[in-house]
């Protein structure tokens, strides 16, 4: 059974070109190592440039699996130079009710 998460990209300064572009092939990756379900990734942008990511793992297995693949960890390398991962609760956005996000194109 799939595993639904939801990551939360906060861009380092000066770095938010770059952080657009890891999450435009996160989702492709992680689907060519046979990590995640077919789901597409849902991306958007908080007002402050912070991007969110929905996304489904194919289970609590590729979830670990991920931290010990080699192509994976040379993405998120790419993350950890690009952006701070947050909570999501920490944006303002997700304060409200019904939190809206401007939608990406990834």
């Known amino acids: 059974m799939g595993r639904s998460v939801i990551a939360v990209y906060k861009p380092k300064p000066g770095k938010g070109a770059a952080l657009d572009a890891v999450v435009a092939r996160h989702w492709s ?47 998120w390398a790419v993350f950890f130079d690009a952006c701070e991962f947050i909570p999501v609760g920490s944006l303002p956005e997700a304060q409200k009710l019904f939190s809206e996000f401007e939608s990406v194109d990834a």
Request: aromatic share 6%; charged share 20%; hydrophobic share 45%.
């Open 29 to 75: 990756v992680l689907k060519s190592q046979g990590l995640i379900t077919d789901r597409p990734a849902y991306i958007m942008r908080a007002a402050d440039g912070t991007i969110v990511e929905v996304f489904e793992w194919l289970s609590p297995q590729a979830i670990e699996q991920a931290h010990h693949n080699a192509e994976v960890q040379k993405l």
